[in-house]
T-cell receptor
Framework: KQEVTQIPAALSVPEGENLVLNCSFT??????LQWFRQDPGKGLTSLLL?????REQTSGRLNASLDKSSGRSTLYIAASQPGDSATYLC???????????FGAGTTVTVRA | KAGVTQTPRYLIKTRGQQVTLSCSPI?????VSWYQQTPGQGLQFLFE???????NKGNFPGRFSGRQFSNSRSEMNVSTLELGDSALYLC??????????FGQGTRLTVV
């Protein structure tokens, strides 16, 4: 059974600082890994999808890396802004299905 | 292009009642999955439908059921509601390369 862990559980930084969010998973036989953002009481917004053959993916200020062999992914957010305050979740599908297993998330607060 | 649409956004039901939630996937997406999110358990997979067939089911009691129609729209039903069923129910549709897109969710409160 896939277990996904996210560390830290919460993070508070001043505006402008770079953010580093970690995600680890126990079964390295994954098709892909997806990072999401969730604002309070809202649905999940897809940020980045990394296929298993990729090492990293970038979108604007966001960069995500994937190391399948060690079961880790890292999401970097450059030059954080108060609007980046949210909970960030990583998710991986099963080895033979698309059932997503989620981490508990990292709640980020960016102080103005 | 419209995103995943879930209706209703909010529901308040009484214990013992049943409820039906609706999800319209992104146009062209044939896979629809349902998840339950609670503060204590986080996000948990309920089931997945593809071309009107349930392909996968999570570890939930039989009170939770779903279906998918020929236009890929999906419904989820919960019968004999319990207080513990209070949660945010999220629906997702998926592209061919596996990227999942979620709706805004339905907040169900059981009183």
């Amino acid at each position: 059974k896939q277990e996904v862990t996210q560390i830290p559980a919460a993070l508070s930084v001043p505006e402008g600082e770079n953010l580093v969010l970690n995600c680890s998973f126990t079964d390295s036989a994954i098709y892909n890994l997806q990072w999401f953002r969730q604002d309070p009481g809202k649905g999940l917004t897809s940020l980045l999808l990394i296929q298993s053959s990729q090492r990293e993916q970038t979108s604007g200020r966001l960069n995500a890396s994937l190391d399948k062999s060690s079961g880790r992914s890292t999401l970097y957010i450059a030059a954080s802004q108060p609007g980046d305050s949210a909970t960030y979740l990583c998710a991986v599908p099963g080895s033979n299905d698309y059932k997503l297993s989620f981490g508990a998330g990292t709640t980020v607060t960016v102080r103005a | 292009k419209a995103g995943v649409t879930q209706t209703p956004r909010y529901l308040i039901k009484t214990r013992g009642q049943q409820v039906t939630l609706s999800c319209s996937p992104i146009s062209g997406h044939r896979s629809v999955s349902w998840y339950q999110q609670t503060p204590g358990q986080g996000l948990q997979f309920l089931f997945e439908y593809f071309s009107e067939t349930q392909r996968n089911k999570g570890n939930f009691p039989g009170r939770f059921s779903g279906r998918q129609f020929s236009n890929s729209r999906s419904e989820m039903n919960v019968s004999t509601l319990e207080l513990g069923d209070s949660a945010l129910y999220l629906c997702a549709s998926r592209t061919g390369d596996g990227e999942a897109f979620f709706g805004q969710g339905t907040r169900l409160t059981v009183v």
